[in-house]
Structure formats: C-alpha cells, structure tokens
C-alpha cells in the first residue's frame, strides 16, 4: 500500500471511529490496526480488520450510474447493465446476466464483467486508482430445490489476481411436509463451504453451520457459527445472529 493510499485509509478510519454508528468491535479493529502500521503485525491486523467491516458494514454510498435492458423469454431471463463514473461520466465497464429454469426445481445463472478496475470507495474516489487497466469478471451459479431440500453453488473468476472463489450451500426445511408449511412457515439447518484463492491472496476457507427460521412469511431469525482458515495457518471462529423484517409497498 503507497503512502497516499495509507494516509487516504487512515483518515477514514478516525472518521469511521468517530461515527455514533461504529460498533465496539470495529471501532477495537480499526485502533487495533492503527497501533499495527509500520510493524511487523501489520497484514495479521489489516485482514481482522477487512473481516470486521465486511461483518459489520453495507456500503450505503454509490457513485456510479448507468443503463440497464432486461426482460425474460419462456424459460431465459437476461439482462445487460452499462454503468459510468457519475462525477466524470466516464465509461466504467458492461455487465450481462442470463438464467435458464429446468422446470420448478433448477435455475441456472450465467454472468460477466467487462471493464476498469475500481477497488472499493478508494478507487471512486481517488481517480487514480480506476484509470485504463481492465478487469473481468465471470460468474457461474445454481439452485436446485426440491421436497424441502435446498442446494445452492456459486463460482466466480476475476482476471484481476486471477483470483477464483466458489460457494455451496446445503440445507432442508424440517417445515416442508408438516402443517406448518401452508403458513409459509420454515425451519431449515444448512452447512456452507466457501474458498477463495489468487495470485495476490492468501487462500481462504470457510466453513459454515448455521440455522434459519421463519415463524411468519417476511420474518426470519437466522444463527450461524463460521470457522475461517487463512492457508492452514490463521484460523479464526465467528458466532453471529441476525433478526430480518421485509415490509411489502
């Protein structure tokens, strides 16, 4: 990281510690980093702390625009996506999306990326940092469900680091062949594997056992527990929880 970019990531750090909204956890994290700079704990420190924010934060900020065609054709659905930098509205890149439906119970996806790089809020803000390399991305997914078992796989390429990751995910609804089921009701256990692997990257696994339940349609309560292993040298365990309500407009 240049000196730029550490001083840019610093100042948004004793922003982000500042916020009202920063949690205990990030706010150990990011100080936690901070005492690391310069030492030899640096990398340890900056992936708990990537790990933290991508636990606790969803970017609420967005700076591209853009065009998108969609629609569907009996059993294909596809889309095509053009987005451009807003300040500038300088051409950033094309994404295009299909999927195919195998009757009721499997959905094949097929997906891409065509274009400039741009890492996060520093790339959109620091004009440097997404200027004319190009960068690809490719995604192949699926879900198959049928009698209350669930099965959904994913696989993603980026040219960037030729970095590779993949995603499966198991679980059956113990709610499917009861009463209960015609209240949309839904208790489903699942187990999780994801791995992620480049040229730049330490390779990581996570393993994931988790539980979600839905009493009523749009309610759901969701418990997992995760352990994280960093190229069998770092590993790290996560318990989390989660309450979500969808409201209908």
């Not at 606790?56 to 629609?71: A, N, Y």
């Amino acid at each position: 990281m240049d000196q730029k970019v550490l001083d840019y990531v610093v100042e948004k750090t004793h922003e982000l510690m500042n916020a009202p909204s920063c949690s205990k956890e990030a706010k150990q994290a990011a100080q936690n980093w901070l005492d690391a700079i310069g030492t030899d704990n640096q990398l340890a420190e900056t992936k708990k702390y990537i790990a933290e924010l991508e636990a606790d934060i969803m970017p609420m900020m967005w700076h591209e625009t853009g065009i998108s065609l969609f629609g569907s054709y009996k059993k294909f659905a596809y889309s095509l996506t053009a987005t451009s930098y807003l300040n500038t509205f300088e051409m950033l890149g094309v994404a295009a999306r299909t999927d195919y439906r195998f009757g009721d119970s499997l959905r094949v996806g097929l997906s891409g990326y065509i274009g400039k790089k741009c890492h996060g809020m520093i790339g959109r803000e620091m004009s440097d940092k997404y200027s004319s390399s190009c960068m690809k991305y490719f995604t192949m997914d699926m879900d198959y469900s049928v009698n209350g078992f669930m099965l959904d796989c994913s696989m993603v390429y980026c040219s960037d680091g030729n970095c590779k990751s993949i995603g499966c995910e198991f679980g059956y609804d113990l709610m499917s062949h009861t009463d209960y089921n015609k209240f949309h009701s839904q208790i489903i256990p699942f187990l999780r594997y994801d791995c992620v692997c480049g040229q730049n990257l330490t390779n990581k696994q996570k393993y994931t056992m988790g539980i979600d339940v839905v009493p009523i349609p749009n309610l759901i309560f969701k418990a997992e527990y995760g352990i994280r292993d960093y190229a069998h040298s770092v590993i790290s365990t996560q318990l989390a929880f989660s309450l979500g309500y969808t409201v209908n407009f």
